[in-house]
């Protein structure tokens, strides 16, 4: 693209439209399924318009998703629960579209990554702010609610895991692109809104999001001290226990949650079956399936009947749990084994590695690193891509920090910052 500004030329073109479908994904995410999935599909469809079919068979890791993928869809030759087998399948239709739309995508201009980054953080502000209303209109129940593990409403969808992963995400990116940023307005917008996305991610104190931010954090603070040689980074990782400890002391719901973190691992040294405590629910899910996996090693039990399944291991060795808290193995590479079988499971180990070949020293793949394993530990402790949510979340975030920004801009920052 030229140095023209978005939306100056008569039509659009490619990474005008993709910008547009970027910020109807984040949108969508925030406040409609429907949304998201049709801005997905137009992005894809945009991307790849006018490349060769035979172009795409060059792109290893979307061919090896696509090897994962189809595992998935093998299982409806021996899932009984065929309508929960489509489900599970749909949910993964991303795989088909992101990762090629990216590879074809054009590189953005500075202009075009900074009005997402402008509007994205205050996109999340938005639903940063929903979220904390809700505490401000009644502080007394939601302090009582998360004594019991319960967490503000969120958008998208109350779904706080996929709220928080989202918003530390952001932050990084916003890190990473900070030099990037022209203008004394945009600096200030992006600097305000991160500041603010920091305290309510204390706020909400989600576990997922708590330890990613942190985990930043401290690779960041290690990457100033060594590789820029600056105190600021010794400076950062001093500040840290400081603001856990500042936390405590002024935000009662982050306070409430590290007490329940507290009880629930003292429930779990006294050996507490009953299923009700979230990190005990995940131990549980994965000896259970562990055993499954075991049974069924090269075919896995169905996608579709997973769930059916771990049912019936509950009946036989927590018959106390209840339904709620009776899961999918809190695991995805578990996920994949239990459901298509321990090959499928290889298969999906490289393809979640891949993306690291080719990285090189410099303050672009430092970055991707980061996200690359944040999301990684996030595929340890969830099954995140057996929901849109957690699809969209891992696609988008690793792509777009993956898709680079313009050459020469790229070469200008990296003598600079790096």
């Not at 309508?83 to 399948?89: E, V």
């Not at 739309?101 to 509007?119: C, E, G, N, R, Y």
Request: aromatic share 16%; charged share 15%; net charge positive.
């Amino acid at each position: 693209m030229n140095k023209s500004s978005f939306l100056n030329n008569k039509k659009l073109d490619k990474s005008n439209i993709a910008l547009i479908c970027i910020l109807g994904m984040v949108a969508g995410f925030l406040v409609s399924r429907v949304a998201l999935s049709i801005s997905m599909f137009l992005f894809g469809m945009n991307a790849i318009r006018d490349i060769n079919p035979r172009e795409w068979l060059k792109q290893k890791w979307w061919l090896i998703g696509l090897a994962w993928v189809a595992m998935y869809a093998l299982t409806y030759f021996w899932t009984e629960d065929k309508g929960n087998w489509d489900t599970r399948l749909q949910v993964k239709l991303p795989f088909l579209l992101l990762p090629l739309a990216f590879a074809f995508l054009p590189s953005f201009s500075i202009k075009q990554l900074q009005i997402f980054t402008v509007t994205t953080a205050l996109l999340f502000v938005g639903a940063s702010i929903y979220s904390v209303s809700y505490f401000v209109h009644d502080p007394a129940l939601y302090i009582h609610l998360y004594k019991q593990s319960h967490v503000l409403p969120t958008l998208p969808k109350n779904d706080h895991i996929r709220a928080s992963m989202s918003i530390v995400l952001f932050i990084i990116w916003s890190v990473y692109f900070w030099p990037f940023l022209q203008g004394v307005r945009a600096k200030w917008i992006v600097g305000i809104s991160v500041a603010l996305l920091v305290i309510f991610i204390h706020i909400l104190a989600a576990k997922s999001g708590l330890v990613s931010l942190y985990l930043f954090l401290i690779f960041w603070s290690l990457y100033i001290t060594f590789v820029k040689k600056k105190l600021a980074g010794l400076i950062i990782i001093l500040a840290l226990p400081l603001t856990v400890f500042f936390a405590i002391k002024c935000i009662p719901t982050f306070r409430e949650r590290a007490n329940y973190i507290d009880f629930t691992y003292v429930m779990y040294k006294i050996g507490d079956k009953s299923g009700m405590y979230g990190d005990i629910e995940r131990l549980v899910s994965y000896k259970l399936s562990w055993k499954l996996i075991m049974e069924h090693p090269l075919t896995g039990v169905g996608t579709g009947d997973m769930l059916a399944e771990m049912n019936k291991y509950y009946d036989k060795f927590y018959p106390a749990t209840p339904v709620e808290g009776r899961i999918l193995p809190h695991n995805q590479f578990l996920v994949v084994a239990l459901g298509c079988g321990i090959p499928a499971m290889l298969i999906f180990i490289v393809w979640v590695f891949m993306p690291l070949a080719g990285l090189r020293k410099n303050r672009q793949s430092f970055f991707f690193f980061i996200v690359w394993l944040i999301l990684f530990i996030q595929l340890l402790i969830e099954p995140v891509l057996e929901v849109q949510f957690g699809v969209f979340v891992y696609l988008f975030f690793l792509l777009m920090q993956k898709h680079e920004v313009p050459a020469f801009a790229n070469r200008q920052i990296n003598k600079t910052v790096s």
